[in-house]
């Protein structure tokens, strides 16, 4: 009995789950009912990135990326950084639901994948992917915010900011599925230049208070050794 009591004490923290609950069924709702009055997102640049299946690889890497770092973040804490993690995702999140609730908006890129001339199963993966995740909601893109969220709080992290190995393996992935969500044509471009900007917002929010918190302890030390030098 007591060992249970310190499992829940411990992982306490697991209540912010339940915030995924509401995400999903306000997502689903949407992804069912804006169907009119839809504003179609496109720029130029979408006109000049070509169709390539091979991203599809890195788009749904992105569902291991984010979960793996979810449950690091939750077993291996420190709680501080848990919350600052999740609080980054949820509140970006939540404001894209928002955006889509307020701005209803699709884009129409999709190719016709039956007349590309080639079929393999990377297209064929798509082709479903196409059939189940309909072409609306997409700006800001949730994929590339949830991506820059999760490597910047890899960066972050006490314990694996110090790994090169993982910093530049969590960097390529979350570039590669950046990229990824244009070139199978999930996504366009100002998709990803929006939730670039959304991810600088709630940066701001969510860590540069501590951050700056922790300069001025920094600048404050440093001024405490320059002015009372510890004597030899």
Not at 30 to 44: P, Y
Not at 190 to 219: H, M, N, Q, W
Request: glycine residues 2%; contains cysteine.
């Amino acid at each position: 009995m007591k060992q249970i009591k310190n499992l829940i004490k411990k992982y306490n923290h697991g209540w912010v789950f339940c915030l995924f609950f509401v995400y999903m069924a306000w997502f689903l709702y949407l992804e069912a009912n804006n169907t009119k009055n839809l504003f179609t997102i496109h720029i130029k640049l979408d006109d000049y990135i070509p169709f390539n299946e091979w991203f599809v690889i890195p788009y749904l890497l992105w569902f291991a990326y984010v979960f793996v770092t979810v449950v690091y973040f939750f077993l291996k804490g420190p709680k501080d950084e848990f919350y600052q993690y999740i609080a980054f995702l949820f509140v970006g999140m939540f404001t894209c639901l928002i955006i889509y609730s307020i701005w209803p908006n699709q884009q129409n890129l999709r190719p016709n994948l039956a007349t590309l001339g080639r079929d393999n199963i990377l297209i064929r993966i798509i082709s479903v992917i196409y059939s189940r995740d309909t072409s609306t909601n997409v700006c800001p893109s949730i994929h590339v915010y949830n991506s820059l969220a999760t490597h910047i709080a890899i960066c972050k992290n006490r314990k694996l900011r110090s790994n090169k190995l993982i910093n530049l393996s969590s960097f390529t992935l979350m570039i590669l599925i950046c990229l990824s969500t244009t070139f199978i044509k999930q996504h366009s471009a100002f998709d990803t230049i929006c939730a670039i900007g959304l991810a600088i917002v709630v940066y701001l929010l969510v860590y540069y208070p501590s951050e700056r918190l922790e300069l001025k302890e920094r600048f404050r030390k440093i001024l405490k050794e320059k002015l009372y030098p510890k004597s030899v």
